[in-house]
T-cell receptor, first 114, second 115 residues
């Protein structure tokens, strides 16, 4: 089962910031939060990841709460090409304890409107 | 340009036939993965390989087989034993062999429809 909870859909106006929330209340201290997005019928694309501190790259910013139970992905100036499904994922140890894997949920379908 | 190439993009097969999906990468990545995506479900891991000539079962390996004879290639065979093979199949790779990185690079996917 996914360790994250996201709203199923969101809307955003073109040019405005898109703030996508994610709850991961059962996250462990050494588990990273990853964000990917998937444009319809294409392979997912890595966006950003973090552990405790806020992170920023050319695509987005990731804000993680101090208790690490939730995070927000921010797309500062959304464009129509940002319309996609956004996945918030926790990277966990596999059952054997010798590798890590990503647990994918259903994501948030973001629609950027003109 | 470097990337991951999956083929074919669309594939139709009759029930009971084995099919092989191709995945090639020129990123010089060590680890490669196969995922399955169904409507209303998250991506599920089928198989992964961290080095040549070695691979491990993922969460839903039954009815599938893989090989890793070359670093660049990780083909997936969907056998007739797979009960519900119609799905969108995604191949991915990561740089490190340890699998500790979560930065996966994905191909464009192969959509398999079994009639």
């Amino acid at each position: 089962d996914a360790k994250t909870t996201q709203p199923p859909s969101m809307d955003c106006a073109e040019g405005r910031a898109a703030n996508l929330p994610c709850n991961h209340s059962t996250i462990s201290g050494n588990e990273y939060v990853y964000w990917y997005r998937q444009i319809h019928s294409q392979g997912p694309q890595y966006i950003i990841h973090g552990l405790k501190n806020n992170e920023t790259n050319e695509m987005a910013s990731l804000i993680i709460t101090e208790d690490r139970k939730s995070s927000t992905l921010i797309l500062p100036h959304a464009t129509l090409r940002d319309t996609a499904v956004y996945y918030c994922i926790v990277r966990v140890l596999n059952n054997a304890g010798n590798n890590r894997k990503l647990i994918w949920g259903l994501g948030t379908s973001l629609a950027v409107n003109p | 340009d470097g990337g991951i190439t999956q083929s074919p993009k669309y594939l139709f097969r009759k029930e009971g036939q084995n099919v092989t999906l191709s995945c090639e990468q020129n990123l010089n990545h060590d680890a490669m993965y196969w995922y399955r995506q169904d409507p209303g479900q998250g991506l599920r891991l089928i198989y992964y390989s961290q080095i040549v000539n070695d691979f491990q079962k993922g969460d839903i390996a039954e009815g599938y087989s893989v090989s890793r004879e070359k670093k660049e290639s990780f083909p997936l065979t969907v056998t007739s034993a797979q009960k519900n093979p119609t799905a969108f199949y995604l191949c991915a790779s990561t740089k490190g062999a340890s699998g500790t990185t979560g930065e996966l690079f994905f191909g464009e996917g192969s959509r398999l429809t079994v009639l």
